[in-house]
């Protein structure tokens, strides 16, 4: 164990919309229902366009282990989400 123990923090995304937001909701709950680490957990909220991620740990290596995750895992489904967008727009042709 570390020096620092029992630690927790809270992550708030606002997105352009309500529907954004749930996609990346739903892209990023499979990983909470099947997260490894017995020292840490996860609960998602969504309030409107904004979602909240919060993350209580045993250590700082866990919280941060964890928190890098969630954030790799919200920036890459709007990263998807984005391209698609980019993808389905209407031709100028």
């Known amino acids: 164990m570390g020096i620092i123990e029992g630690v927790e923090t809270e992550l708030e995304m606002k997105f352009e919309t309500q529907q954004d937001a749930e996609i990346v909701l739903r892209s990023v709950e499979p990983e909470i229902r099947t997260a490894p680490s017995e020292r840490t ?15 209580d740990a ?29 993808v389905n727009r209407p031709s100028k042709n």
């Open 41 to 55: 957990s996860v609960n998602i909220d969504l309030s409107g366009n904004v979602l909240k991620i919060k993350i």
């Open 58 to 86: 045993e250590d700082t290596t866990s919280l941060r282990a964890s928190l890098n995750s969630y954030l790799r895992w919200v920036k890459l489904s709007y990263e998807v989400l984005e391209l698609k967008k980019f």
